[in-house]
């Protein structure tokens, strides 16, 4: 079991954990309106919910994607979103600094997939104490995400998530082989699947990252058939119109019944 702040606890006979909203912090308006709709949503389905959004999208394909408000304007809202709703907060980070900085604000701190071997970071995120949900690298089999995990152990931070998101297939595409879900829950730790960057077409669209949405609900429900114990689904009430990973996200008024059908599905 995984303790997110003193809101809730992940894995074992735990609720499903979701961790969602928009790829990128917008506007503090927009961030709040997916908030507040996915807690009514989450609280009616007695789902664990933390609400994660980015303050800088570093990885964009290209030097003219949208990166976001950066770190201090973007951790003055999402500290304002955590006070509002009493949700915890995810968002990821891509240096030791911002770890640091991050830390003392978030409750779980992300480690992108890019940066899942990055030795100094896993261990500045395991320093703040908070939970460390670690994206696998699209290169990486999943046996090895045990060495990624005892980083930040080694710290004695034992709030630990391993987050499959696709394994690259050529030179854009992923694959979700669910062997891997299974093998990282050999490590003990909770293990969360990433829906939305799973279908993911890497720079598929003319330097930024392509996608399609509807393959999102059907690897969720294979996803928790086979025991995950939650699920990272970003989600925005125009996705189309996003700055950022727009073609995989899933349309917020789609994601009650979206979830409703993945609880059927739940082991």
Do not use: W
Not at 33 to 47: G, Y
Not at 211 to 231: F, Q, T
Request: hydrophobic content about 40%; charged content about 20%.
């Amino acid at each position: 079991m995984v303790a997110v702040g003193s809101y809730f606890s992940v894995g074992g006979d735990a609720s499903l954990f979701l961790i969602s909203g928009p790829c990128q912090l917008e506007s503090r308006d927009l961030s709040m309106r997916v908030c507040e709709s996915l807690k009514r949503t989450t609280e009616k389905l007695k789902i664990n919910f933390a609400f994660k959004s980015s303050y800088d999208k570093a990885n964009r394909t290209s030097l003219a994607g949208s990166r976001g408000f950066g770190i201090e304007e973007g951790l003055r809202i999402l500290q304002e979103i955590r006070a509002a709703f009493h949700v915890p907060i995810v968002t990821d980070v891509h240096t030791e600094e911002e770890a640091r900085i991050a830390g003392e604000v978030v409750d779980v701190i992300q480690i992108p997939a890019f940066l899942c071997r990055q030795t100094d970071l896993l261990i500045a995120a395991g320093k703040t104490t908070k939970a460390v949900n670690i994206k696998k690298g699209q290169f990486l089999h999943p046996a090895d995400m045990r060495y990624a995990a005892e980083k930040v152990a080694s710290t004695g931070n034992q709030n630990i998530f391993l987050c499959e998101r696709g394994t690259c297939f050529g030179y854009r595409d992923l694959v979700v082989d669910y062997r891997g879900m299974l093998i990282m829950k050999e490590t003990g730790y909770p293990v969360i699947f990433d829906a939305t960057h799973s279908v993911q077409s890497m720079g598929g669209s003319g330097g930024s990252s392509s996608g399609n949405r509807s393959y999102v609900l059907p690897l969720s429900k294979a996803a928790a058939a086979i025991g995950v114990d939650g699920l990272f689904i970003e989600c925005h009430p125009d996705p189309d119109n996003a700055p950022s990973d727009g073609p995989n996200m899933v349309h917020l008024h789609d994601m009650e019944q979206l979830l409703e059908a993945v609880l059927r599905a739940k082991a």
